[in-house]
């Protein structure tokens, strides 16, 4: 699949950041100088800048612009992919029920209010090895229940409404027991296991989306990397 033309100025910046072409506290080209060149509008170049900005490569500073910043060394990146490269998502749910109260706390809603829920179990060789579980606020009449099947990654559930480049997720690592639904899925026990719990965020910092998905150790490791974002 081609990229963006956003995707392609992101890239062609990147390059010649690592490159030493634009050094540590140098002010990277305007947005009108880059859409000009591109010959494209400020809001494609905006979205160029966001992606390196999530990269940690650039800061926005009011009245100058983008400023390359000195490299995170100690800061990691997790490389996780969310659509399995090994294996395949079997879905096993997708519903509107009311949230549960961690739910509904994650994402900032009423007791009991209704949300979509899709439940997915990994499988690898015929054998589970996680358990994924996705929630967003139910609104009547959007997005259609039924479609979710084929629609079952934030990016793509949020799609009709947000970039995929804007929204933020913050990812928090930690260990737990699955609940009895994740444990039949599994075929465990109640013994803890590596958990991700996942929180999407708009541009303006509303709660969008919550993820929980569970990992048994046939899962394999878990990657982190310090410096840039690879690309895919």
């Known amino acids: 699949m081609s990229q963006a033309l956003y995707q392609r100025i992101a890239a062609s910046l990147r390059q010649r950041i690592l490159s030493g072409g634009h050094a540590v506290g140098d002010v990277m080209p305007s947005e009108n100088e880059l859409a000009g060149a591109y010959r494209t509008s400020r809001v494609t170049v905006r979205k160029a800048f966001h992606i390196l900005e999530s990269e940690g490569l650039v800061v926005a500073k009011q009245g100058k612009g983008y400023i390359v910043q000195p490299p995170r060394s100690t800061v990691y990146t997790m490389i996780f992919d969310e ?7 079997r879905c096993l749910e997708v519903s509107i029920l009311p949230a549960e109260p961690e739910v509904a706390q994650a994402l900032g809603l009423r007791a009991e209010q209704l949300v979509i829920a899709i439940r997915r179990v990994l499988e690898r060789e015929g054998a589970p090895v996680a358990y994924d579980e996705k929630y967003i606020p139910y609104e009547r009449g959007r997005p259609i229940v039924e479609r979710e099947l084929n629609f079952s990654e934030f990016t793509d559930l949020l799609s009709d409404r947000f970039a995929s480049v804007s929204l933020r997720t913050e990812l928090r690592i930690l260990t737990s027991s699955p609940p009895e639904r994740a444990r ?12 991700l719990e996942k ?20 899962y394999g490791p878990l990657l982190a990397a310090s410096g840039p974002a690879p690309e895919k």
Do not use: Q, V
Request: net charge negative; glycine share 20%; with cysteine.
């Open 184 to 195: 039949s899925a599994l075929g465990c026990g109640g013994e803890k296991l590596i958990t």
């Open 83 to 89: 659509e399995a490269g090994s294996g395949r998502f």
């Open 199 to 218: 929180l999407i965020f708009s541009p303006e910092g509303e709660r969008l989306g919550f993820g929980l998905e569970y990992l048994t150790p046939r």
